[in-house]
């Protein structure tokens, strides 16, 4: 498990019915390619964040496959529709297995 992975997410507290909100993700990671060698000449294991979703009340927002290209702490930002107050969960998926979550609520004002 990558003790490094700290996710971080900005959701507005509220907003109103039918209105996009701008959303904000980012996961403190290393983000190893498994292509880079150690001191010693030795291949570093790949560990990257290789999907992120993210879902509002269960529904799907987004799902990105992430490649060992991307950069150290991926972090994305886009827009979403809400038309019910509820919580967004943040996952993001490790090689390793591991699995990061964060859930933000979000009224309806």
Not at 35 to 63: E, H, M, W, Y
Request: charged share 25%.
């Amino acid at each position: 498990m990558a003790d490094d992975a700290k996710p971080r997410v900005k959701v507005p507290k509220s907003a109103a019915a039918g209105e996009s909100v701008t959303i904000k993700a980012l996961i403190s990671h290393k983000m190893e390619s498994g292509q880079r060698k150690d001191a010693a000449g030795n291949l570093i294991p790949r560990s990257i964040i290789n999907r992120f979703t993210c879902d509002l009340n269960g529904a799907n927002v987004i799902d990105v496959a992430i490649e060992p290209a991307v950069s150290t702490n991926p972090y994305f930002e886009f827009i979403a529709k809400v038309d019910a107050a509820g919580e967004f969960k943040f996952t993001w998926y490790d090689d390793d297995g591991s699995v990061y979550e964060d859930v933000k609520p979000i009224a309806v004002a």
